[in-house]
């Protein structure tokens, strides 16, 4: 895709098409709320996933996730140092300490929704609070520039320099996840443009009003580096340190930046 010609946009949608797409993102808002109250020591992510779904069908929408290019569940569940992808089975027991990152999606009407968010399963370290702290503020940051008239990659380049700023007003290392950032999305999960979490600013696509993408700093505590575990699907940080990801579906607006999956 030669996103570098000055001339291309990120698809627009309506007013009306938005509200669509919000009303799936408040499902899937919906079900990573009672995925963390479900979260306890000795709870397999399995009944997690099991959680979600059950909450995203009597929605009266269908999870996203399930059966996506094969996946096998309802949403990804990463525990430590699993950055994205964790796939939910009853061998992974949650404890007392567990950093825990829920990505979920919902289709309603053929719209849908997508949105991740990590948190601890009881008390988590001082360092590894920070470094989820810090994800959730680098999230809210980059996505201040999610409006018109701006690029693609003003958006990498928010994401980047609020990692920066992050490590400082928060007192922790932080590390940007090589490979791995968010997308377009709309009638399907992923779709054009790719959204690297770091860059230049000022290049690819342009933002219109009503232009919508899924925007996912994961940043860990020790390497950018990372590799997929035999079940094709599972990424972890190469030197086992901590992972954080936090999601949002945002629509550039002539208001601002519109979240369209609040919880």
Known sequence: MAFHRRTKKIIARTPGELDAMQVAGEIVGAALKAVRAAAAPGVTTLELDQVAEDTIRQAGAYPTFKGYEGFPASICASVNEV??????????????????????????????????????????????????????????????????????????????????????????????????????????????PYLSNEGKAGRGPLIQEGSVLAIEPMLTLGTEDNAVLEDDWTVVTLDGSLASHWEHTVAATAHGPRILTRR
Not at 108 to 128: C, H, Q, R
Not at 132 to 149: F, R, S
Not at 159 to 188: C, M, P, S, W
């Open 83 to 192: 950055i994205v992808h964790g796939i939910p089975t009853v061998d992974v027991v949650l404890c007392d300490g567990d950093l825990v990152s829920i990505d979920c999606g919902a289709t309603l009407d053929g719209w849908v929704g997508d949105s991740a968010w990590s948190f601890g399963v009881g008390e988590l370290t001082p360092e590894a609070n920070a470094l989820n702290e810090a994800t959730e503020w680098v999230l809210h940051e980059g996505m201040k520039a999610m409006i018109p008239d701006n690029r693609l990659t003003d958006v990498s380049a928010a994401l980047e320099q609020a990692t920066y700023r992050a490590e400082e007003k928060f007192g922790v290392n932080l590390y940007i996840v090589d490979g791995y950032g968010g997308h377009g999305i709309g009638h399907e999960m992923h779709e054009e």
